[in-house]
C-alpha cells in the first residue's frame, strides 16, 4: 500500500519526560534538588523523565513551578506527522486566528517561503514579541539558554527591560543590532516577585549574579528557620537559638526551602553566599541535635572533620583555607543517617 501524503513520522516534539529532564540540565538542577522540593524520590524524577511513570496533571504543575516554567511548557503534543501539524494550522485558521501568506523565496533554498498571517491582536502582539526574542538572539544579544527559558516561561515573566526594547526596534543601527553584550549583561527576562533559578550553572538562584544574597530570600529564610537576619549574616555566631515557636500559617512554604536547597547545592560564588551557607549549616545541626544525635553522628568520610569541628566551635584549624558549609549531597547522607527530614533540619518541627 503506498504511503499517505504527509504521513511519515517525524520526531519534532519532546515527551514530557524529555522537556523536564532538557529543562532541568538547563538550569543546572540536580534531580536530588529537585526531588527533595517536590518531598519525592529521586527515582520518582527518573521515571517521570525517562517515561518509565506518567506525569499527572497536579505533579506536572508542581514541577513546572520548581522549574519556574509554564506548565504547557511541559506538554507533551501528539504531533508525528506533518499532516498532524497541519491540521492543528488548520483549527487556527478556522477560529480566525492565522492564515496562509507567501513571503519573499529564500534565495538559499529551493523551497518557497511561507508565513502566518492573523488579524487577532493578542496573537499579533504575542507573534512579535517572539519576533524581537529570536532577533536578539540572532544578534548575539542573548545566549542559546536564555532565550529557550524565555519561551519555556512565556508568559509569566517579565520580558525585558525598556532599554533592550530600544536596541531591538527597526530604528536601532547596524551596529547596535549586531553588537554583543558583554558577561555581566542583565538577563532579559526576571520573575515577576518570585526569584528563580537561572538558566546559567555558574550560578544556583536568579538572583545570585550580585555579590549579596536578595534582602527578600533573607527574609523568607528567617522565617521559614525561625532565625535573625543578624545571626543569617554573622558567621562568627556559631550557636542557633531559635526566636520563637513556629506558628500556624507561618511562611514554611515549599519555595523557601528550594531557595535554602539551591544555596546549598552550589558552591558558594561570593563571600556573603559562603557566611548564609555556613549558617544554614548551623541551623540543620542544631535541628538533628535536638533529635538526639550527638557530634558523632556528623563524623563520616563524605565531610570534611575539620569543617565539621568548625561549624560546631567557631574554631579554625591551622593551615586550614575558606571554610563552607554543607553541600546538598552532604545534607542528604545526612538525612539518610539520622532519619531527620531535610524540612525538618530547617524548620526543626516534627
Known amino acids: 500500500m503506498a504511503e499517505k501524503k504527509y504521513s511519515k513520522a517525524i520526531h519534532a516534539v519532546q515527551s514530557k ?4 529532564r532538557c529543562i532541568r540540565k538547563r538550569k543546572g538542577i540536580t534531580i536530588k534538588l529537585l526531588a527533595a522540593s517536590l518531598n519525592v524520590s529521586s527515582k520518582s524524577i527518573q521515571h517521570y523523565e525517562a517515561g518509565d511513570r506518567q506525569v499527572n496533571d497536579e505533579m506536572l504543575n508542581l514541577i513546572a513551578e520548581k522549574l519556574q516554567v509554564n506548565p504547557a511548557a511541559l506538554f507533551e503534543y501528539p504531533f508525528n506527522s506533518i499532516s498532524d501539524i497541519m491540521h492543528v494550522l488548520f483549527d487556527l485558521e478556522r477560529g480566525g486566528f492565522i492564515v ?6 529564500d534565495s538559499d533554498k529551493q523551497l518557497a517561503s511561507f508565513s502566518l498571517r492573523t488579524g487577532n491582536e493578542d496573537l499579533s502582539k504575542a507573534l512579535n514579541e517572539w519576533y524581537e526574542i529570536r532577533q536578539m ?6 545566549s542559546n539558554d536564555e532565550y529557550l527559558n524565555w519561551q519555556d516561561a512565556f508568559p509569566d515573566l517579565e520580558q525585558y527591560s525598556e ?4 536596541n531591538t526596534s527597526n530604528t536601532a543601527s547596524a551596529t547596535e543590532r549586531n553588537s554583543v553584550p558583554s558577561q555581566k549583561s542583565a538577563s532579559i527576562y526576571r520573575r515577576n516577585g518570585v526569584l528563580g533559578l537561572r538558566a546559567h550553572a555558574d550560578h544556583a538562584l536568579y538572583g545570585m549574579n550580585g555579590t549579596l544574597v536578595p534582602n527578600n530570600i533573607q527574609n523568607q529564610i528567617c522565617r521559614y528557620t525561625n532565625c535573625t537576619v543578624e545571626f543569617l549574616n554573622d558567621e562568627s555566631q556559631v550557636h542557633f537559638i531559635p526566636q520563637k515557636a513556629h506558628i500556624s500559617g507561618a511562611p514554611q512554604d515549599e519555595n523557601t526551602l528550594f531557595e535554602i536547597l539551591s544555596i546549598l547545592d552550589k558552591n558558594a560564588d561570593t ?3 559562603r557566611v548564609i551557607q555556613i549558617q544554614l549549616s548551623r541551623i540543620a545541626i542544631h535541628n538533628i541535635v535536638k533529635k538526639g544525635f550527638d557530634r ?5 568520610k563524605e565531610l570534611i572533620q575539620e569543617s565539621i569541628d568548625y561549624l560546631f ?3 579554625k584549624a591551622r593551615r586550614h583555607g575558606t571554610y563552607f558549609g554543607f553541600n546538598f549531597s552532604q545534607l542528604d547522607l545526612l538525612r539518610e ?3 531527620v527530614s531535610i524540612p525538618e533540619m530547617f524548620m526543626g518541627t516534627d
Do not use: Q, V, W
Open 271 to 273: 563571600e556573603h553566599y
Open 313 to 315: 566551635t567557631g574554631k
Open 100 to 105: 496562509p501568506i507567501e513571503c519573499e523565496p
Open 163 to 166: 532599554s533592550e526594547k530600544d
Open 17 to 20: 519526560g524529555d522537556k523536564i
Open 296 to 300: 558523632d553522628a556528623f563524623y563520616m
Open 137 to 142: 538572539l540572532e544578534n548575539g544579544r542573548i
Open 337 to 339: 543517617r539520622t532519619g
